[in-house]
């Protein structure tokens, strides 16, 4: 089996422990990952807070930087078919969506080497006797910790603007699926940026997690995950007041109103909670359908669900295992204590019989407050229910803790734009879920978190504000 090392300070570097890499199509070990200590950890903050402290990447003109994040980005492409079937393989993805996400990752690196050379500060008007300014200056060590159901494209969208504003950087890679984030290092190694600006670390979330939310050498820290380990993190982070930009879960609702156009909203469903077996933060989990429609509209998600092919990663199946054995059977409890609650399950509510961790397209039928209606679930699962009213529906929608995203589906603009701006979501889609992209921002409200990523709003969650005031004599 290939070992795969950690990146830190310039060099791979093996441990005294490691972890197996399991395939969840197969349940099947296939690789070992070393297993980061403290020490580690240790070191990649030191090697990073040199590198920050020195001024390689803050002396330099800014359009250095942006070479280096070019250079980055053709290094990512030339690996992607490589490193796609990897991530495929730890992570159960599709090979198409895995290959999506190192070109996504070449997108970020480029988008933001765009940006390196225009984060211009402001004069500010003081009268005659005043020169004030001010500027954006890097935050110094950026910690960034990175769950695994899109590791290598949410590891180049805090990566690749942390860098262009002059940042260094430790990442952590989560446990579960390292491998990704290993050959996109790889390709990164070669971009040529001073040694220290790039660390990448795979270990225990509760020690070297927590032991990098701590170091005394963090001035940021970047976390997508879980809203548990958000909150624990920020309890971590009030010790030393350090800033944080949490982009953490979602229940986020799409609004079909009666002159929703259906095949579109099919083809939003399709993407929006199967897309890569529901496992997103942003995933369309609960469908809200006005009743003049919801028979429609009900039977027609139902067909798309039971249509689609199920089957491993590496043959291109439109539904895939989901990452682990845990992960399937904290599924497979929500769906039961849904089915307790009086939820209808209309289809699918099981393991598929194969050998990997797979859960069936389910759709269930529930009401707003069920706790199927109201919690993450993190896999393809869509609660679908009916409403009469506007009112009712955007109630409905706005209902839980979270507010990451929203969608509203129907032909009229006017009542899709007012009831897009009635919703409580960092980000709302007409008539096509994940309308926007890189270059759109994206961040939650609520337990969802706070701060933005993607886009040009993204560079300011990395820098920090500095003014500085002159008096002028004018007695000369
Ligand atoms: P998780 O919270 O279990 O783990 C995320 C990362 O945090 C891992 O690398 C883990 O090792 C690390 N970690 C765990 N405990 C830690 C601690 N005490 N200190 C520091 N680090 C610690 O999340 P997950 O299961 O990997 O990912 C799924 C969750 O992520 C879902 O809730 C999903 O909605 C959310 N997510 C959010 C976004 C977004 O952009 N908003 C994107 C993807 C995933």
Redesign the pocket.
């Known amino acids: 089996m290939q070992h795969y090392l950690n990146f830190i300070d310039g060099q791979w570097r093996d441990s005294s422990s490691q972890l197996d890499v399991i395939n969840p199509a197969t349940a099947q070990a296939f690789a070992t990952m070393a297993q980061a200590s403290i020490e580690d950890a240790d070191a990649a903050m030191t090697a990073a807070h040199r590198c920050a402290k020195s001024g390689v990447l803050t002396d330099v003109r800014p359009a250095q930087r942006t070479t280096w994040l070019l250079k980055a980005a053709d290094a990512i492409r030339e690996i992607a078919a490589e490193g796609a079937l990897i991530l495929c393989r730890e992570n159960g993805k599709n090979l198409a969506t895995a290959r999506e996400e190192f070109d996504e990752a070449a997108r970020y690196f480029e988008y933001y080497a765009g940006m390196a050379d225009k984060i211009e500060g402001i004069s500010v008007p003081l009268g005659k006797d005043y020169i004030d300014f001010t500027s954006y200056i890097p935050m110094g060590v950026s910690v960034q910790?990175?769950?695994?159901?899109?590791p290598v494209s949410?590891c180049a969208r805090s990566l690749a603007p942390a860098l262009a504003a002059g940042n260094a950087v430790v990442v952590?890679?989560?446990?579960i699926s390292p491998l990704g984030m290993i050959l996109l290092f790889k390709a990164l190694e070669k971009a040529g940026f001073p040694q220290g600006a790039i660390n990448l670390l795979c270990g225990?979330?509760?020690e070297v997690?927590?032991c990098?939310?701590k170091h005394k050498y963090t001035n940021q820290i970047v976390?997508?995950?879980?809203?548990?380990?958000g909150q624990?993190?920020l309890k971590?982070a009030a010790e030393r007041a350090t800033p944080s930009v949490m982009?953490?879960?979602?229940k986020s609702a799409a609004i079909a109103f009666a002159d929703v156009d259906l095949e579109q909203l099919l083809r939003s469903v399709k993407v929006g909670i199967f897309y890569n077996s529901g496992q997103v933060?942003s995933a369309m989990s609960r469908l809200l359908v006005h009743r003049s429609r919801y028979d429609e509209v009900k039977n027609a998600v139902v067909g798309l669900a039971e249509s689609l092919t199920v089957g491993i990663g590496e043959n291109n199946a439109e539904l895939t295992p989901v990452i682990s054995h845990d992960q399937q059977q904290q599924i497979l409890a929500m769906i039961a204590k849904a089915r307790q609650e009086g939820a209808n399950i209309l289809t699918g509510g099981h393991a598929a019989d194969l050998s990997g961790y797979f859960v069936l397209p389910t759709i269930i039928e529930a009401s707003p407050e069920m706790s199927i209606a109201q919690q993450?679930v993190?896999g393809p699962v869509l609660v679908i229910m009916p409403f009469e009213t506007e009112d009712e529906a955007v109630a409905i929608a706005n209902g839980t803790d979270f507010g990451?995203v929203a969608g509203v589906f129907g032909e009229s603009l006017n009542q899709t734009l007012r009831v897009a701006n009635r919703l409580i979501a960092g980000q709302v889609f007409i008539n096509e879920w994940f309308a926007g992209g890189i270059e759109t921002p994206?961040g939650?409200v609520g337990l969802?978190?706070f701060g933005r990523?993607k886009g040009q709003e993204a560079i300011f969650s990395y820098v920090q504000t500095r003014n500085i005031g002159i008096r002028l004599q004018h007695n000369v």
Do not use: H, M, Q, Y
């Open positions: 910790i990175v769950p695994w159901n899109f949410i952590k890679s989560p446990e225990k979330g509760s997690g927590s990098l939310v976390f997508t995950g879980s809203v548990a380990t624990r993190i971590d982009e953490l879960g979602g933060c993450e993190f990451l994206f939650g969802s978190g990523e």
